[in-house]
């Protein structure tokens, strides 16, 4: 546990008169992320720490020296270019995976900087990112992690075909809700114990 960062970080959030979910919503991940890193239950990454700098304007070394590049929770990544899709997206993953630790990024280069310092476990993908191919970007995650479970999300199901391509583990078809994320859950291509066993009326919120 690492109370004196959280403590760093909450005093920062109170002097910049943000909420957990407004702090949250700015970084995006989930508000309980930013209560476990609150509360000492977790450390955010290298990434994260920065954006909060970014955020609070202070110097990253405020917080960089308790930065922890080790973690043993299950790390769930969103990528999606438009902020809005991910501050609606992550709510969802949170119900659907209350365990894990889920962060939401706009860039492909931030994408790849975290993976390199994390293990991904599994990753939602935007088929569609501006100048990137989330299938582009699904090759770079697998090179650096071969066992990440790769999930595409996409508003055209024409993409499908091109997403099967890869060593995808599922598709969704925007807006997806709880039940489709639990559903190829059960599904991943390398599962992971603990994930994709619930109860079947968990589908049917």
Not at 113 to 128: G, R, S, T
Not at 140 to 148: F, G, K, R, S, V
Request: charged share 20%; net charge negative.
């Amino acid at each position: 546990m690492d109370l004196n960062l959280g403590e760093t970080i909450k005093t920062l959030r109170s002097n910049n008169n943000l909420s957990q979910q407004q702090l949250a919503d700015k970084l995006f991940v989930s508000r309980s992320s930013v209560a476990n890193w609150e509360n000492g239950r977790r450390r955010p990454d290298l990434v994260l720490i920065l954006r909060m700098a970014n955020i609070f304007n202070v110097d990253p070394s405020i917080l960089i020296d308790s930065i922890s590049t080790t973690s043993s929770s299950l790390e769930v990544i969103i990528v999606d270019d438009e902020k809005i899709l991910l501050q609606g997206v992550i709510p969802i993953l949170e119900e659907a995976i209350p365990d894990a630790n889920i962060t939401g990024f706009t860039k492909a280069s931030e994408v790849i900087a975290y993976a390199k310092q994390n293990v991904v476990n599994i990753a939602f993908l935007d088929i569609e990112l501006g100048k990137t191919s989330g299938i582009e970007l699904c090759k770079e995650l697998m090179a650096i992690n071969p066992h990440t479970n790769v999930i595409f999300l996409t508003s055209y199901p024409d993409y499908a075909q091109k997403a099967w391509e890869t060593a995808a583990s599922g598709f969704l078809v925007k807006p997806i809700a709880k039940g489709d994320v639990i559903g190829q859950l059960a599904k991943l291509r390398y599962p992971i114990k603990g994930v994709g066993h619930y109860d079947v009326s968990d589908k049917l919120d």
